[in-house]
């Protein structure tokens, strides 16, 4: 369906055109001052020179040929040019009755879907997930699902950390602990042992001490190096142990990650790309791009229009190893031949955007990826405490993405059980919903590109711009609708949407009728921010009409039952966005 909007600029376009002046000016937009009209048009304004024209005089033209209108009525003029206008009750009312019935309430689905890989997640085999990685997952799975919802391919690929320093450091720390193992025989040449030698508790130990020793002790980083190349270079015992920490490591991000509702359709890694960098590297040196610096292979990605300098991509270090950037090229290639994506985003932490400028160009200028596909890097801020540091433990320490998710869920648990009509342990389920729901609803409400405060209490208020709030308002819905259904027998589906009864309710409508223009604009701007604000919205209206209207006890059954089709089309619109947004609503709270 066409928005809302765009039919009330026709119309305003044609008063425009009937008065002498170009269509194009009849742009309307949702009024900046509410307590005045609905709708204004600034194009009385733009017009004024190009017609040699005091504005206002333009705008009494225009404005004359919009009596009796089909669409837009209360119009007024007001110094220097504005137009003034409100929709016609008759026409918004058309609109929505349309909507209700149309496919996925009038968003149409894209006439040219594209295929769009989003790399998001990121987590880091053997380390575990950290508050750190909750944004990329939320944002990324929100973006994909904004994707899909318009119609295109998208795919999900977590991009594990699978093949860095951090694999040689666990190697190395278990070679030291248990060098008995047969992984550390070099004339070993049996099967290795089906089960790991080492549970995830094990390596969320490991690792981070293997880490601190490697900082203070430099034989020991020079050991985690070599076993790093060494196993990249194919090891027999440490690719069979590197498989192992794999396969731990990720069974538990499998769990965090369905936790958090966020699934992935590709769990490549960056050692997916091993067996294809040499080829690549040997073509990157045959074109000439690729050259030796100080013993290592780099590409110059510096360009002419750069106002600060952009330092080459290093591909092989002095020792002829990967790098991050070695497998994220290589990872371009693989995409490239295997799914020919329109796009590729990468919702990664802005702190890396220097790192995705330098393996976009040299991407593009070896030839790995053509210009018709399209490299978004989706930067995110920082979660940060109160103190509007990086959030941390009470102690200081890395808040782990498992401790957060149970935090809000402690919290939101003790609210919804001062509700008596529930059970503990519908309670307990539905404190998940609703906490995951505060979670994720507190991050994607602000923009991704900045910081925000990670601020419990705020989250999980039942108040305000908040996950628990937008919740409450569908369950609130949902109760009246199934009252009504009960009481009458009748299917709130069947219901027809009538004119508004007075303001609040009108106010409700046009907030509805905003539903496909929010999901356009998050797509195009890759903005999940846009959904939260809408609905945010939408339920502060919905809530100012429920409050001033008694709807279930109301005399008149017509008018009920126009009630009643509005609130299960509000009900339908807000499950459709946080469906959208990755979270999903209890049936009571
Ligand atoms: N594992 C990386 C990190 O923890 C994030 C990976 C992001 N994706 C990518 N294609 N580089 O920093």
């Given at each position: 369906?066409?928005?809302l909007?765009?039919?009330?600029s026709?119309?305003?376009?044609?008063?425009?055109e009937?008065a002498?002046y170009?269509?194009?000016?009849?742009?309307v937009?949702?009024?900046?001052?509410?307590?005045?009209?609905e709708?204004?048009?600034?194009g009385?304004?733009?017009?004024?020179k190009?017609?040699?024209k005091?504005?206002?005089?333009?705008?009494?033209?225009v404005?004359?040929?919009?009596?009796g209108?089909e669409?837009?009525?209360?119009v007024?003029?007001?110094k220097?040019?504005f137009?003034?206008?409100?929709v016609?009750p008759?026409?918004?009312?058309?609109?929505?009755?349309e909507?209700?019935?149309?496919?996925r309430?009038?968003?149409?689905?894209?006439s040219?879907?594209?295929?769009?890989?989003?790399?998001?997640?990121g987590?880091n085999?053997?380390?575990?997930l950290?508050?750190?990685?909750?944004?990329?997952?939320?944002?990324?799975?929100?973006?994909?699902r904004?994707?899909?919802f318009?119609?295109?391919?998208?795919?999900?690929?977590?991009?594990l950390?699978?093949?860095?320093?951090?694999m040689?450091?666990?190697?190395?720390?278990?070679?030291h602990?248990h060098?008995?193992?047969?992984?550390f025989d070099e004339?070993?040449?049996?099967?290795?042992?089906?089960?790991?030698?080492f549970?995830?508790?094990d390596?969320?130990e490991i690792?981070?001490?293997a880490?601190?020793?490697?900082?203070?002790?430099?034989?020991?980083?020079?050991?985690?190096?070599?076993n790093?190349?060494?196993?990249?270079?194919?090891q027999?015992g440490?690719?069979?142990?590197?498989?192992?920490?794999i396969?731990?490591s990720?069974?538990?991000?499998k769990?965090?990650?369905?936790?958090?509702?966020?699934?992935?359709?590709?769990?490549?890694?960056?050692?997916?790309?091993?067996?294809?960098?040499?080829?690549?590297?040997?073509?990157?040196?045959?074109?000439?791009?690729?050259?030796?610096?100080?013993?290592?292979?780099?590409v110059?990605?510096?360009?002419e229009s750069?106002?600060?300098?952009?330092?080459?991509?290093?591909?092989?270090?002095?020792?002829g190893?990967?790098l991050?950037?070695?497998?994220?090229l290589?990872?371009?290639?693989?995409r490239?031949d295997q799914?020919d994506?329109?796009?590729?985003?990468?919702?990664?932490d802005?702190r890396?955007?220097l790192?995705?400028?330098q393996?976009?160009?040299a991407?593009?200028?070896?030839?790995?990826?053509?210009?018709?596909?399209?490299?978004?890097?989706?930067?995110?801020?920082?979660?940060?405490g109160?103190?509007?540091?990086?959030?941390?433990t009470?102690?200081?320490?890395?808040m782990?993405l498992?401790?957060?998710?149970?935090?809000?869920?402690d919290k939101?648990?003790?609210?919804?059980e001062?509700?008596?009509?529930?059970?503990?342990?519908?309670a307990k389920?539905?404190?998940?919903?609703?906490?995951?729901?505060?979670?994720?609803?507190?991050?994607?409400?602000?923009?991704a590109?900045?910081?925000?405060?990670?601020d419990?209490?705020?989250?999980?208020?039942?108040?305000g711009?908040?996950?628990?709030y937008?919740?409450y308002t569908?369950?609130r819905?949902?109760?009246?609708?199934?009252?009504?259904?009960?009481?009458?027998?009748?299917?709130?589906?069947?219901?027809?949407i009538?004119?508004?009864?007075?303001?609040?309710e009108?106010?409700?409508?046009?907030?509805?009728?905003?539903?496909?223009?929010?999901?356009?604009?998050a797509?195009e701007?890759?903005?999940p921010?846009?959904?939260c604000?809408?609905?945010?919205?939408?339920?502060?209206?919905?809530?100012?009409f429920y409050?001033g209207?008694?709807?279930l006890?109301?005399?008149?059954?017509?008018?009920?039952?126009?009630?009643?089709a509005?609130?299960?089309l509000t009900?339908?619109?807000?499950?459709?966005?946080?469906?959208?947004?990755?979270f999903d609503?209890?049936?009571?709270?």
């Amino acid at each position: 369906m066409q928005q809302l909007i765009s039919l009330l600029s026709e119309e305003m376009g044609r008063a425009f055109e009937a008065a002498g002046y170009d269509a194009s000016l009849g742009q309307v937009m949702v009024s900046g001052r509410p307590d005045l009209c609905e709708y204004q048009c600034n194009g009385a304004m733009a017009g004024a020179k190009k017609y040699h024209k005091a504005p206002f005089v333009i705008a009494g033209e225009v404005a004359k040929h919009l009596e009796g209108a089909e669409r837009v009525f209360n119009v007024s003029v007001v110094k220097p040019g504005f137009i003034n206008c409100d929709v016609t009750p008759a026409y918004l009312t058309q609109y929505l009755s349309e909507m209700a019935k149309a496919d996925r309430l009038g968003v149409e689905t894209s006439s040219r879907p594209r295929t769009v890989i989003l790399d998001y997640g990121g987590p880091n085999v053997a380390k575990p997930l950290h508050v750190g990685h909750l944004r990329s997952a939320v944002i990324g799975e929100a973006l994909k699902r904004i994707l899909r919802f318009h119609g295109d391919n998208a795919i999900g690929d977590i991009h594990l950390g699978d093949w860095g320093l951090q694999m040689g450091l666990v190697i190395t720390e278990l070679k030291h602990r248990h060098p008995e193992l047969p992984y550390f025989d070099e004339n070993y040449t049996g099967e290795y042992p089906a089960e790991p030698p080492f549970t995830v508790a094990d390596l969320e130990e490991i690792y981070p001490y293997a880490s601190g020793r490697s900082r203070e002790d430099e034989a020991y980083h020079r050991e985690a190096l070599e076993n790093t190349h060494l196993l990249q270079e194919g090891q027999r015992g440490y690719r069979a142990l590197w498989e192992h920490i794999i396969h731990v490591s990720v069974a538990d991000m499998k769990r965090n990650y369905e936790n958090l509702n966020v699934t992935f359709d590709l769990w490549n890694g960056e050692s997916t790309v091993n067996d294809i960098i040499p080829v690549m590297v040997e073509d990157m040196k045959k074109s000439g791009l690729a050259y030796e610096s100080q013993g290592a292979l780099v590409v110059d990605v510096s360009e002419e229009s750069d106002s600060k300098e952009i330092p080459p991509c290093m591909i092989l270090k002095s020792d002829g190893a990967a790098l991050y950037t070695t497998t994220d090229l290589a990872t371009i290639k693989m995409r490239k031949d295997q799914n020919d994506p329109d796009e590729i985003i990468y919702v990664v932490d802005k702190r890396q955007e220097l790192h995705f400028i330098q393996t976009f160009r040299a991407a593009r200028k070896c030839g790995l990826i053509g210009d018709s596909c399209r490299l978004t890097f989706k930067g995110f801020g920082t979660v940060n405490g109160k103190d509007g540091r990086p959030f941390k433990t009470r102690e200081g320490g890395v808040m782990r993405l498992e401790s957060l998710i149970r935090e809000i869920d402690d919290k939101m648990l003790g609210k919804i059980e001062a509700n008596p009509d529930i059970p503990a342990d519908e309670a307990k389920e539905t404190a998940k919903i609703v906490g995951l729901a505060a979670l994720k609803y507190g991050d994607l409400s602000n923009q991704a590109s900045k910081d925000y405060i990670f601020d419990v209490e705020k989250f999980t208020s039942f108040e305000g711009d908040t996950g628990p709030y937008i919740l409450y308002t569908i369950v609130r819905i949902k109760s009246i609708l199934k009252k009504y259904l009960d009481a009458s027998g009748r299917n709130p589906a069947d219901l027809a949407i009538g004119a508004p009864s007075g303001v609040a309710e009108k106010t409700l409508m046009r907030s509805i009728a905003g539903f496909n223009r929010t999901m356009q604009e998050a797509y195009e701007e890759l903005a999940p921010h846009k959904i939260c604000a809408f609905i945010y919205q939408l339920s502060n209206d919905f809530n100012s009409f429920y409050h001033g209207t008694r709807i279930l006890t109301e005399e008149d059954q017509t008018q009920k039952e126009h009630w009643i089709a509005l609130l299960y089309l509000t009900e339908k619109v807000l499950e459709i966005c946080i469906n959208v947004l990755g979270f999903d609503a209890p049936e009571r709270m």
